[in-house]
């Protein structure tokens, strides 16, 4: 897995979605695709095969959970911006937001992970 550039998706999923609310559009975005924590690449890996050592650490389950949380969050996001409602990106994206607590540990856990995995 590279968590570099995992971790630089989940950076860009911010700009992405201040855009989409900025636009009050999707676009090509599937908001029920998104849902689904495991159809991206970092879904891919954590739900795929690993060794004892990997899939029993507990930065691991915490990425999962976390992970699991992100896509559920940002495809709520989508759908309300399908749905016109209008939305603040400050309330929905800022640091305060459940989406900002969730990205940045998200991100925080996959910067701990790299290092684990690293060495």
């Known amino acids: 897995m590279n968590f570099e550039n995992a971790i630089q998706i989940y950076i860009q999923w911010k700009k ?15 908001a029920n695709h998104i849902c689904q924590d495991n159809l991206c690449e970092l879904g891919e890996w ?5 060794p004892e050592k990997i899939s029993k650490d507990t930065v691991f389950k915490e990425i999962k959970e976390k992970h699991k949380r992100f896509h559920e969050i940002t ?12 939305l603040d990106p400050n309330k929905e994206l800022g640091i305060e937001s459940e989406y900002g607590k969730v990205s940045s540990k998200l991100i925080a ?4 992970m790299r290092v684990k995995t690293s060495s």
């Open 109 to 112: 856990l996959l910067m701990r």
């Open 16 to 30: 992405q979605l201040q855009n989409c609310i900025h636009h009050k559009t999707i676009g090509n975005l599937d």
């Open 75 to 86: 495809g709520k996001i989508l759908k309300r911006i399908e749905n016109n409602e209008a």
């Open 46 to 50: 954590l739900y795929g095969d690993h």
